[in-house]
């Protein structure tokens, strides 16, 4: 598979707006997008660390994934993603490996990307994201 880099971190917020001063009062970050990404019931916020993002995710309803963590493990670290070429390629190799995929076919993630999510089950209980830049 052969990430090129840590895309961003997710982290699973009650709130966005008790959240965000955190990252840039302490941190020093800015927060440059705020985006719903209406199929996963989350609102997220953006800050850049060099190459890597740091993504906000606070659930917009009782039954997002994000709220069901958060219920289950509090907020904090809820997901990696790693930046990978060739997405489609990347998750038929992954999947003839027997790593269990949650996404069989990459879908549109929060600011354009292909993503793809795998199984916590099979990756050591880090949920994990492959994403993709869409070719131009
Ligand atoms: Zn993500």
């Given amino acids: 598979m052969k990430p090129t880099h840590i895309e961003h971190i997710g982290i699973a917020v009650k709130s966005l707006e008790e959240a965000i001063p955190y990252y840039e009062n302490i941190l020093g970050l800015k927060c440059y997008a705020i985006e719903e990404v209406k199929d996963q019931k989350v609102k997220t916020a953006f800050f850049m660390v060099g190459q890597t993002k740091i ?3 606070e659930p917009t309803s009782d039954d997002s994934t994000i709220a069901a963590f958060i219920e ?3 907020t904090g670290v809820h997901h990696i993603a790693f ?3 060739d997405l489609e390629h990347v998750l038929e190799e992954t999947a003839q490996k027997e790593i269990r995929l949650i996404d069989q076919h990459p ?8 993503i793809a999510f795998l199984h916590p089950k099979s990756t050591g209980g880090v949920l994990t994201e492959l ?6």
Avoid: H, T, Y
Wanted: net charge positive.
């Fill in 83 to 85: 930046a990978v070429n």
């Fill in 72 to 74: 289950k493990r509090g």
């Fill in 55 to 57: 993504e906000l995710l």
């Fill in 107 to 114: 879908r549109k993630g929060a600011e354009g990307l292909n």
């Fill in 131 to 136: 994403c993709e830049k869409p070719q131009e």
